[in-house]
């Protein structure tokens, strides 16, 4: 069964920085673009970023454009995703998705 592990989530606090981890199937990071979403309590998902499977684009939301960075290791097998200067706002679990793929989330939390 395919699957997409996220990893890397915890309690952070405001201005702080993490960074989620993505594993997925090796073959998929040149056959997909993976993204990641998010979905802070009581909201809708929010995509938050792209990498594309040829590499040559990385898309952000307006919301972490400049704190929030995507990378990936193919020989790892892993996509990241380096978050910096948390704010309450990014309070979410997080997923990645590849096609019809996902992740089972990593939860998020900005708090003081």
């Known amino acids: 069964q395919v699957q997409l592990a996220e990893s890397g989530g915890g309690l952070e606090q405001p201005g702080g920085s993490l960074r989620l981890s993505c594993l997925a199937p090796?073959?998929?990071?040149?056959?997909?673009?993976i993204k990641w979403y998010r979905r802070a309590p009581g909201k809708e998902h929010e995509w938050v970023g792209t990498?594309?499977?040829?590499?040559?684009?990385?898309a952000y939301t307006e919301s972490v454009k400049g704190r929030f960075i995507i990378s990936r290791d193919i020989d790892k097998s892993t996509l990241y995703l380096q978050m910096n200067n948390l704010t309450p706002d990014d309070t979410a679990v997080y997923y990645c998705?590849?096609?019809?793929?996902w992740g089972q989330g990593t939860q998020v939390t900005v708090s003081s």
């Open positions: 090796r073959f998929f990071f040149s056959t997909y673009d």
């Open positions: 990498f594309s499977r040829d590499g040559t684009t990385i």
């Open positions: 998705n590849a096609y019809t793929y």
